[in-house]
Protein backbone atom coordinates (compact mmCIF):
# COMPACT_ATOMS: atom_id res chain seq x y z
CA UNK A 1 0.00 0.00 0.00
CA UNK A 2 1.20 3.59 -1.01
CA UNK A 3 0.44 6.24 1.38
CA UNK A 4 1.31 9.18 -0.84
CA UNK A 5 -0.68 11.67 -1.19
CA UNK A 6 0.27 15.15 -2.20
CA UNK A 7 3.82 14.26 -2.75
CA UNK A 8 4.09 13.39 0.76
CA UNK A 9 4.38 10.14 2.61
CA UNK A 10 4.32 7.87 5.51
CA UNK A 11 7.91 7.19 7.06
CA UNK A 12 8.56 5.24 10.45
CA UNK A 13 11.73 6.13 12.17
CA UNK A 14 13.75 3.39 14.08
CA UNK A 15 15.57 5.34 16.96
CA UNK A 16 13.09 7.91 17.72
CA UNK A 17 14.27 9.22 20.87
CA UNK A 18 17.34 9.78 19.94
CA UNK A 19 19.97 12.43 19.13
CA UNK A 20 18.86 12.46 15.14
CA UNK A 21 16.13 10.44 15.82
CA UNK A 22 13.63 13.49 16.93
CA UNK A 23 14.80 16.47 15.23
CA UNK A 24 14.45 14.45 11.92
CA UNK A 25 10.62 13.51 13.68
CA UNK A 26 9.91 17.13 13.60
CA UNK A 27 11.55 18.00 10.28
CA UNK A 28 9.86 15.35 8.58
CA UNK A 29 6.32 16.72 10.39
CA UNK A 30 6.96 19.86 9.28
CA UNK A 31 7.16 19.44 5.86
CA UNK A 32 3.74 17.33 5.86
CA UNK A 33 4.90 13.86 6.30
CA UNK A 34 3.10 11.37 8.16
CA UNK A 35 5.66 10.54 10.64
CA UNK A 36 5.83 7.23 13.22
CA UNK A 37 8.28 7.00 15.85
CA UNK A 38 10.08 3.38 17.18
CA UNK A 39 12.33 3.55 20.26
CA UNK A 40 12.86 1.66 22.82
CA UNK A 41 14.28 4.32 25.13
CA UNK A 42 17.20 2.12 25.87
CA UNK A 43 19.49 5.31 25.03
CA UNK A 44 18.71 6.84 28.34
CA UNK A 45 19.42 4.01 30.89
CA UNK A 46 22.50 2.93 28.61
CA UNK A 47 23.71 6.64 29.10
CA UNK A 48 22.66 6.33 32.82
CA UNK A 49 25.12 3.17 32.99
CA UNK A 50 28.09 4.89 33.00
CA UNK A 51 27.32 7.20 35.20
CA UNK A 52 26.41 10.94 32.61
CA UNK A 53 23.48 12.02 31.47
CA UNK A 54 22.14 14.36 28.19
CA UNK A 55 23.61 17.89 29.21
CA UNK A 56 20.29 19.23 28.42
CA UNK A 57 17.42 17.93 30.09
CA UNK A 58 14.80 16.14 27.47
CA UNK A 59 11.06 14.96 27.94
CA UNK A 60 10.01 11.76 28.59
CA UNK A 61 8.62 10.38 25.07
CA UNK A 62 5.22 11.11 25.89
CA UNK A 63 5.80 14.54 26.96
CA UNK A 64 7.70 15.20 23.54
CA UNK A 65 5.09 14.34 21.93
CA UNK A 66 2.77 16.32 23.67
CA UNK A 67 5.25 19.15 23.41
CA UNK A 68 5.36 18.61 19.75
CA UNK A 69 1.18 18.82 19.89
CA UNK A 70 1.05 21.74 21.37
CA UNK A 71 3.65 23.86 19.72
CA UNK A 72 3.75 22.89 16.31
CA UNK A 73 0.21 20.67 15.72
CA UNK A 74 2.34 17.54 14.73
CA UNK A 75 0.19 14.47 15.39
CA UNK A 76 3.44 11.75 15.86
CA UNK A 77 2.14 8.19 16.07
CA UNK A 78 4.71 6.60 18.51
CA UNK A 79 5.38 2.64 19.56
CA UNK A 80 7.76 1.61 22.14
CA UNK A 81 9.43 -1.40 21.65
CA UNK A 82 12.57 -3.17 20.15
CA UNK A 83 13.63 -3.69 16.85
CA UNK A 84 15.89 -7.22 17.77
CA UNK A 85 12.39 -8.69 18.35
CA UNK A 86 11.03 -9.85 14.94
CA UNK A 87 7.39 -10.18 15.77
CA UNK A 88 7.38 -6.53 17.36
CA UNK A 89 9.10 -5.10 13.83
CA UNK A 90 7.00 -6.73 11.55
CA UNK A 91 3.57 -5.85 13.37
CA UNK A 92 4.63 -1.82 13.11
CA UNK A 93 5.36 -2.26 9.41
CA UNK A 94 2.00 -3.87 8.97
CA UNK A 95 0.19 -1.44 11.33
CA UNK A 96 1.73 1.69 9.75
CA UNK A 97 2.39 0.65 6.24
CA UNK A 98 5.13 3.17 5.49
CA UNK A 99 6.43 3.71 1.77
CA UNK A 100 10.13 4.23 3.65
CA UNK A 101 11.64 3.53 6.91
CA UNK A 102 14.57 5.17 8.65
CA UNK A 103 17.06 2.79 10.66
CA UNK A 104 18.73 4.99 13.31
CA UNK A 105 17.84 2.18 16.01
CA UNK A 106 21.53 1.14 16.54
CA UNK A 107 23.98 1.12 19.83
CA UNK A 108 25.68 4.24 18.39
CA UNK A 109 28.93 4.60 20.59
CA UNK A 110 32.21 3.55 19.47
CA UNK A 111 33.68 3.84 23.64
CA UNK A 112 30.81 2.10 24.87
CA UNK A 113 31.31 -1.10 22.23
CA UNK A 114 35.32 -1.48 23.57
CA UNK A 115 34.29 -1.64 27.22
CA UNK A 116 34.53 -5.39 27.71
CA UNK A 117 32.94 -8.71 26.02
CA UNK A 118 29.56 -7.82 27.44
CA UNK A 119 29.82 -4.18 25.66
CA UNK A 120 31.14 -5.78 22.59
CA UNK A 121 28.93 -8.52 22.27
CA UNK A 122 25.30 -6.31 22.89
CA UNK A 123 26.68 -3.98 19.99
CA UNK A 124 27.07 -6.76 17.91
CA UNK A 125 23.84 -8.78 18.37
CA UNK A 126 22.02 -5.77 18.90
CA UNK A 127 23.00 -3.82 15.80
CA UNK A 128 23.24 -6.69 13.14
CA UNK A 129 20.21 -8.19 14.30
CA UNK A 130 17.95 -5.21 14.13
CA UNK A 131 19.17 -4.54 10.94
CA UNK A 132 18.97 -8.28 9.21
CA UNK A 133 15.15 -8.29 11.14
CA UNK A 134 14.79 -5.34 9.45
CA UNK A 135 15.32 -6.53 5.78
CA UNK A 136 13.30 -9.36 6.13
CA UNK A 137 10.47 -7.18 7.72
CA UNK A 138 10.42 -5.13 4.21
CA UNK A 139 10.60 -8.16 2.25
CA UNK A 140 7.56 -9.79 4.43
CA UNK A 141 5.45 -6.45 4.54
CA UNK A 142 6.09 -4.67 1.75
CA UNK A 143 9.63 -4.96 -0.57
CA UNK A 144 8.61 -1.49 -2.09
CA UNK A 145 9.49 0.38 1.33
CA UNK A 146 12.53 2.29 0.82
CA UNK A 147 15.19 1.76 3.48
CA UNK A 148 17.14 4.88 4.31
CA UNK A 149 20.29 3.48 7.28
CA UNK A 150 22.42 5.11 9.08
CA UNK A 151 26.02 4.12 8.91
CA UNK A 152 29.32 6.29 9.13
CA UNK A 153 32.28 7.53 7.60
CA UNK A 154 34.10 5.42 10.42
CA UNK A 155 33.60 2.22 8.47
CA UNK A 156 36.31 3.17 5.98
CA UNK A 157 39.08 4.11 8.47
CA UNK A 158 41.87 6.22 7.47
CA UNK A 159 42.55 5.01 3.58
CA UNK A 160 45.42 6.48 1.12
CA UNK A 161 42.83 6.86 -1.29
CA UNK A 162 40.09 8.90 -1.94
CA UNK A 163 37.41 7.28 -0.39
CA UNK A 164 34.82 6.48 -3.07
CA UNK A 165 30.56 7.41 -2.43
CA UNK A 166 30.09 3.98 -3.87
CA UNK A 167 29.14 0.50 -3.25
CA UNK A 168 32.12 -0.85 -5.30
CA UNK A 169 35.40 -0.21 -6.78
CA UNK A 170 37.26 -1.32 -9.94
CA UNK A 171 40.43 -3.33 -8.95
CA UNK A 172 43.52 -4.88 -10.04
CA UNK A 173 45.03 -7.73 -7.70
CA UNK A 174 47.96 -9.95 -9.56
CA UNK A 175 47.31 -8.81 -12.72
CA UNK A 176 43.43 -9.50 -12.56
CA UNK A 177 40.74 -6.86 -12.94
CA UNK A 178 37.26 -7.25 -10.73
CA UNK A 179 34.57 -5.12 -9.22
CA UNK A 180 34.63 -5.53 -5.39
CA UNK A 181 32.95 -3.69 -2.51
CA UNK A 182 34.79 -0.63 -1.34
CA UNK A 183 37.78 -1.74 1.03
CA UNK A 184 36.41 -0.55 4.97
CA UNK A 185 38.56 -0.91 7.75
CA UNK A 186 36.67 -0.10 10.87
CA UNK A 187 37.94 1.48 14.41
CA UNK A 188 35.85 0.04 16.47
CA UNK A 189 33.28 -3.01 17.73
CA UNK A 190 30.72 -0.44 17.11
CA UNK A 191 31.85 0.58 13.71
CA UNK A 192 32.37 -2.63 12.67
CA UNK A 193 28.35 -3.77 13.01
CA UNK A 194 28.33 -0.70 10.43
CA UNK A 195 30.68 -2.58 7.96
CA UNK A 196 28.40 -5.87 8.47
CA UNK A 197 25.17 -3.64 8.04
CA UNK A 198 26.35 -2.15 5.10
CA UNK A 199 27.19 -6.20 3.55
CA UNK A 200 24.19 -7.27 4.91
CA UNK A 201 21.85 -4.44 2.98
CA UNK A 202 24.10 -4.73 0.53
CA UNK A 203 23.59 -8.90 -0.19
CA UNK A 204 20.09 -8.09 0.40
CA UNK A 205 19.94 -5.69 -2.69
CA UNK A 206 21.84 -8.41 -4.97
CA UNK A 207 19.78 -11.40 -4.23
CA UNK A 208 15.83 -9.61 -3.55
CA UNK A 209 16.44 -6.00 -5.17
CA UNK A 210 15.84 -3.99 -1.37
CA UNK A 211 15.71 -0.59 -2.24
CA UNK A 212 18.13 1.39 0.41
CA UNK A 213 20.44 4.63 1.06
CA UNK A 214 22.97 3.50 2.94
CA UNK A 215 24.00 6.81 5.10
CA UNK A 216 27.84 7.45 5.61
CA UNK A 217 27.86 10.48 7.73
CA UNK A 218 30.20 11.95 9.44
CA UNK A 219 30.50 13.47 13.94
CA UNK A 220 27.47 15.73 13.83
CA UNK A 221 27.59 18.48 16.65
CA UNK A 222 24.75 21.33 17.95
CA UNK A 223 21.86 21.88 19.93
CA UNK A 224 19.19 23.16 17.47
CA UNK A 225 17.02 22.65 14.53
CA UNK A 226 14.53 25.27 12.94
CA UNK A 227 12.45 23.23 14.51
CA UNK A 228 13.23 23.21 18.32
CA UNK A 229 11.82 26.34 18.94
CA UNK A 230 10.76 25.52 22.59
CA UNK A 231 12.95 23.67 25.47
CA UNK A 232 10.19 21.09 25.94
CA UNK A 233 11.49 20.58 22.15
CA UNK A 234 15.06 19.79 22.76
CA UNK A 235 17.26 16.82 21.56
CA UNK A 236 19.97 14.93 23.93
CA UNK A 237 23.24 16.31 24.26
CA UNK A 238 25.49 14.12 25.48
CA UNK A 239 29.40 14.47 26.54
CA UNK A 240 30.62 12.14 28.57
CA UNK A 241 33.84 10.10 26.28
CA UNK A 242 31.64 7.13 26.32
CA UNK A 243 28.79 8.95 24.54
CA UNK A 244 29.60 12.56 23.37
CA UNK A 245 31.74 12.85 20.41
CA UNK A 246 34.21 15.92 20.49
CA UNK A 247 32.67 18.75 19.45
CA UNK A 248 30.04 18.21 21.81
CA UNK A 249 32.35 17.21 24.46
CA UNK A 250 35.02 20.19 24.16
CA UNK A 251 32.03 22.67 23.96
CA UNK A 252 31.48 21.59 27.72
CA UNK A 253 34.86 21.36 28.77
CA UNK A 254 34.63 25.05 27.57
CA UNK A 255 31.89 25.80 29.68
CA UNK A 256 32.80 24.03 32.88
CA UNK A 257 36.32 25.77 32.52
CA UNK A 258 38.31 22.90 31.85
CA UNK A 259 41.50 22.53 29.10
CA UNK A 260 39.76 20.73 25.46
CA UNK A 261 41.13 17.54 25.35
CA UNK A 262 42.63 16.47 22.13
CA UNK A 263 43.45 12.76 21.67
CA UNK A 264 47.03 12.21 21.15
CA UNK A 265 48.73 14.93 18.77
CA UNK A 266 45.17 15.81 17.40
CA UNK A 267 46.26 15.65 13.73
CA UNK A 268 42.93 13.07 13.34
CA UNK A 269 40.78 14.27 10.39
CA UNK A 270 36.88 13.48 10.20
CA UNK A 271 34.11 14.78 8.33
CA UNK A 272 31.66 17.22 10.34
CA UNK A 273 28.37 18.82 9.92
CA UNK A 274 26.16 20.42 12.04
CA UNK A 275 22.57 19.01 13.39
CA UNK A 276 20.70 21.32 11.37
CA UNK A 277 22.71 20.54 8.31
CA UNK A 278 22.15 16.66 9.63
CA UNK A 279 18.68 16.92 9.51
CA UNK A 280 18.24 18.85 6.43
CA UNK A 281 20.47 15.87 4.62
CA UNK A 282 18.84 13.51 5.76
CA UNK A 283 15.01 14.99 4.76
CA UNK A 284 16.45 15.40 1.44
CA UNK A 285 17.29 11.83 0.94
CA UNK A 286 13.79 10.67 2.60
CA UNK A 287 12.42 13.08 0.19
CA UNK A 288 14.24 11.62 -3.24
CA UNK A 289 14.66 7.98 -2.58
CA UNK A 290 16.71 6.10 -5.31
CA UNK A 291 15.11 4.27 -8.09
CA UNK A 292 13.06 1.29 -7.00
CA UNK A 293 15.81 -1.84 -6.59
CA UNK A 294 19.03 0.55 -6.10
CA UNK A 295 21.24 0.75 -3.30
CA UNK A 296 22.15 3.97 -2.99
CA UNK A 297 25.66 5.15 -1.05
CA UNK A 298 25.66 8.68 0.31
CA UNK A 299 28.37 10.38 1.98
CA UNK A 300 27.08 12.73 4.71
CA UNK A 301 29.95 15.75 6.07
CA UNK A 302 30.06 19.65 5.26
CA UNK A 303 33.86 20.40 6.79
CA UNK A 304 36.92 17.95 6.77
CA UNK A 305 38.67 19.17 9.96
CA UNK A 306 41.50 17.96 12.42
CA UNK A 307 40.98 17.20 15.96
CA UNK A 308 43.57 20.02 16.84
CA UNK A 309 41.38 22.78 14.46
CA UNK A 310 38.20 22.05 16.11
CA UNK A 311 39.97 22.56 19.70
CA UNK A 312 41.34 26.29 17.99
CA UNK A 313 37.35 26.88 16.77
CA UNK A 314 36.15 26.43 20.01
CA UNK A 315 38.83 28.17 22.58
CA UNK A 316 38.43 31.36 19.69
CA UNK A 317 34.33 31.01 20.22
CA UNK A 318 34.45 30.97 23.68
CA UNK A 319 37.04 33.61 23.89
CA UNK A 320 34.54 35.89 22.23
CA UNK A 321 32.11 34.59 24.94
CA UNK A 322 34.04 36.00 27.43
CA UNK A 323 35.37 32.28 28.47
CA UNK A 324 39.24 31.85 28.49
CA UNK A 325 40.19 27.83 28.07
CA UNK A 326 43.15 26.05 27.36
CA UNK A 327 43.83 23.38 25.15
CA UNK A 328 45.58 20.15 25.92
CA UNK A 329 46.81 17.25 24.54
CA UNK A 330 46.06 13.49 26.35
CA UNK A 331 46.88 9.61 25.49
CA UNK A 332 44.82 8.53 22.71
CA UNK A 333 42.71 5.77 24.18
CA UNK A 334 42.04 4.34 20.47
CA UNK A 335 43.91 2.52 18.13
CA UNK A 336 44.07 4.93 15.12
CA UNK A 337 46.66 6.89 12.80
CA UNK A 338 47.42 10.78 14.11
CA UNK A 339 48.28 11.78 11.06
CA UNK A 340 46.76 10.27 7.54
CA UNK A 341 45.20 10.98 4.14
CA UNK A 342 41.79 11.34 4.30
CA UNK A 343 39.60 12.58 0.96
CA UNK A 344 35.56 11.06 1.30
CA UNK A 345 33.81 12.10 -2.26
CA UNK A 346 30.82 13.76 -1.83
CA UNK A 347 28.49 13.81 -5.10
CA UNK A 348 24.95 12.27 -4.15
CA UNK A 349 23.78 14.92 -1.64
CA UNK A 350 24.65 17.89 -4.01
CA UNK A 351 23.02 16.58 -6.70
CA UNK A 352 19.96 16.53 -4.69
CA UNK A 353 20.35 20.64 -3.88
CA UNK A 354 22.12 20.25 -0.77
CA UNK A 355 23.54 23.14 0.50
CA UNK A 356 24.78 23.45 3.83
CA UNK A 357 23.95 26.38 5.77
CA UNK A 358 26.28 26.27 8.77
CA UNK A 359 29.89 25.85 9.33
CA UNK A 360 31.80 25.12 12.63
CA UNK A 361 33.21 28.33 13.09
CA UNK A 362 29.95 30.16 12.61
CA UNK A 363 28.27 27.55 15.02
CA UNK A 364 30.52 26.95 18.46
CA UNK A 365 29.18 30.06 19.70
CA UNK A 366 25.70 29.44 19.91
CA UNK A 367 26.35 26.24 20.68
CA UNK A 368 28.46 27.04 23.93
CA UNK A 369 25.88 29.60 25.09
CA UNK A 370 22.71 27.75 24.46
CA UNK A 371 25.16 25.03 27.48
CA UNK A 372 25.92 27.90 29.81
CA UNK A 373 22.76 27.49 31.86
CA UNK A 374 23.37 23.61 32.16
CA UNK A 375 26.56 24.35 33.26
CA UNK A 376 25.61 23.00 37.53
CA UNK A 377 23.64 20.17 35.81
CA UNK A 378 27.09 19.53 33.56
CA UNK A 379 29.69 19.79 36.90
CA UNK A 380 27.53 16.71 38.30
CA UNK A 381 28.90 14.46 35.79
CA UNK A 382 32.47 16.66 34.94
CA UNK A 383 33.98 13.02 36.27
CA UNK A 384 32.99 11.00 33.16
CA UNK A 385 34.36 13.81 30.76
CA UNK A 386 38.36 12.33 30.52
CA UNK A 387 39.04 9.19 28.53
CA UNK A 388 39.07 5.79 30.55
CA UNK A 389 37.91 3.24 28.10
CA UNK A 390 41.09 1.98 26.36
CA UNK A 391 41.20 0.13 23.00
CA UNK A 392 44.02 -1.83 23.75
CA UNK A 393 43.34 -4.65 26.06
CA UNK A 394 42.99 -3.06 29.81
CA UNK A 395 41.11 -3.06 32.37
CA UNK A 396 37.89 -0.82 31.20
CA UNK A 397 35.62 -1.83 34.13
CA UNK A 398 35.37 1.81 35.62
CA UNK A 399 33.34 2.28 32.37
CA UNK A 400 30.56 0.52 33.79
CA UNK A 401 31.21 1.63 37.26
CA UNK A 402 28.30 3.00 37.77
CA UNK A 403 25.58 0.64 36.85
CA UNK A 404 23.21 -1.32 39.00
CA UNK A 405 24.48 -4.57 37.19
CA UNK A 406 26.60 -5.12 34.08
CA UNK A 407 23.27 -5.93 32.10
CA UNK A 408 21.27 -2.86 33.14
CA UNK A 409 22.11 -1.22 29.86
CA UNK A 410 20.84 -4.15 27.59
CA UNK A 411 17.48 -4.15 28.98
CA UNK A 412 14.56 -2.04 27.12
CA UNK A 413 11.89 -1.23 29.09
CA UNK A 414 9.12 -3.29 28.60
CA UNK A 415 6.08 -0.92 27.64
CA UNK A 416 4.27 -1.77 25.28
CA UNK A 417 3.09 1.46 23.68
CA UNK A 418 3.35 5.40 24.64
CA UNK A 419 -0.07 7.66 23.72
CA UNK A 420 1.15 10.04 20.95
Not at 342 to 350: D, G, M
Not at 358 to 381: N, T
Given at each position: ??????????????????????????????????????????????????????????LSMEHRLKAAKD?????????????????????????????????????????????????????????????????????????????????????????????????????????????????????????????????????????????????????VYGTRTKEITDE?????????????????????????????????????????????????????????????????????????????????????????????????????????????????????????????????????????????????????????????????????????????????????????????
Open positions: MNTKSNGKSKVVILGADGYLGWPLLLRLAAEGHNVVGVDNLVTRKSVESVGSDTAIPIIHGFNIGFHLGDITNYDFLRKVLHEEKPDTVVHFAEQRSAPFSMINAEHASYTMSNNIIGTINLIYAIMDVNPKITMVKMGTMGEFGTPNFDIPESAFVETEIRGRKDRITTPKFAGSWYHWTKVHDTNNILYANKVWGITATDIMQGPKLHTRFDFDEIWGTVVNRFCVQSVLGMPLTAYGKGHQVRGYLSLEDSVTALSLLVNHPPQPGEYRVANQFVELLSINQIADIVKSAAKQLGIEVEISHVENPRVEADSHYYNPERKVLPALGFHPRLKMADLAGQLISDLVPYKSRMEKFKGRIMPYTRWKKVDNSRAGEPAASKTDFAKPPASPKVPG
